[in-house]
T-cell receptor, first 112, second 109 residues
Framework: NAGVTQTPKFQVLKTGQSMTLQCAQD?????MYWYRQDPGMGLRLIYY???????DKGEVPNGYNVSRLNKREFSLRLESAAPSQTSVYFC???????????FGPGTRLTVL | DAKTTQPNSMESNEEEPVHLPCNHSTISGTDYIHWYRQLPSQGPEYVIH???SNVNNRMASLAIAEDRKSSTLILHRATLRDAAVYYCILREKGNQFYFGTGTSLTVIP
C-alpha cells in the first residue's frame, strides 16, 4: 500500500496563477483533510471531507476550494495564488470514527 | 488564540524518560487530546490520544490531569529516532484538529 500520496512535491507559482494539488489514498478511508504548515508553525486545517460527496471548511478556508472526486481522491485548488499562500500543504486521511490520521509527504508551494 | 500551549523546545539524554507537557485550559468536555510528532520534511505521525483516562500504547503514555486542563506525553526511553517536533492537539467538532506550535525534542546521545 502506498498510503497517502500527494502531487506535485514542489511547485512555484506567480501571483494570480491557479493550480490544483492532488491527493489520493489507498486505505479505503472515508475522511480526508487538507492542512497547511507555515515555517515554524503547526498545521492548520483548510478543508476536510467526512465522506465521499461532502466537504466542510476548516480553520483557514479562504482562497481555497476542494473537490472530493471519489472515495480515494481529494483535491485542493488555488484559483488565484497569493504570496500569503506560500506554505507546505499536507493531505491526510482517516477511517470514520477513528482518531488516527495518516499524512502524506506534503507539497511545498512557493508563490512569487 | 492558541488552544494548546507547549514549551518551544526540550532536551533529553538517550535512554532516559521524557515528559512533554501541554496546557489546554479551555478544553471542553467532549474534546479529545491527541499527540502527533513530525520528523523533518515529513508529515505528522500519530502517537497517542485520550479523553479522560491515562492511556498507554507501544510508543508512549499519555497522562491527563483530573481537571483535563493539562496533559503530559511520556516517552519511556528516548532514542535518537524520537527526535522530532511533538504536537499536542485538541480534536473539536468531530474532524477538526487544532495543532499548536509544538515542542522540538532533541535527544542527546
Amino acid at each position: 500500500n502506498a498510503g497517502v500520496t500527494q502531487t506535485p512535491k514542489f511547485q512555484v507559482l506567480k501571483t494570480g496563477q491557479s493550480m490544483t494539488l492532488q491527493c489520493a489514498q489507498d486505505m479505503n478511508h472515508n475522511s480526508m483533510y487538507w492542512y497547511r504548515q507555515d515555517p515554524g508553525m503547526g498545521l492548520r486545517l483548510i478543508y476536510y471531507s467526512a465522506s465521499e460527496g461532502t466537504t466542510d471548511k476548516g480553520e483557514v478556508p479562504n482562497g481555497y476550494n476542494v473537490s472530493r472526486l471519489n472515495k480515494r481522491e481529494f483535491s485542493l485548488r488555488l484559483e488565484s495564488a497569493a504570496p500569503s499562500q506560500t506554505s507546505v500543504y499536507f493531505c491526510a486521511s482517516s477511517p470514520t470514527g477513528v482518531n488516527e490520521q495518516f499524512f502524506g509527504p506534503g507539497t511545498r508551494l512557493t508563490v512569487l | 488564540d492558541a488552544k494548546t500551549t507547549q514549551p518551544n523546545s526540550m532536551e533529553s539524554n538517550e535512554e532516559e524518560p521524557v515528559h512533554l507537557p501541554c496546557n489546554h485550559s479551555t478544553i471542553s468536555g467532549t474534546d479529545y487530546i491527541h499527540w502527533y510528532r513530525q520528523l523533518p520534511s515529513q508529515g505528522p505521525e500519530y502517537v497517542i490520544h485520550g479523553l479522560t483516562s491515562n492511556v498507554n500504547n507501544r510508543m508512549a503514555s499519555l497522562a491527563i490531569a483530573e481537571d483535563r486542563k493539562s496533559s503530559t506525553l511520556i516517552l519511556h526511553r528516548a532514542t535518537l529516532r524520537d527526535a522530532a517536533v511533538y504536537y499536542c492537539i485538541l480534536r473539536e467538532k468531530g474532524n477538526q484538529f487544532y495543532f499548536g506550535t509544538g515542542t522540538s525534542l532533541t535527544v542527546i546521545p
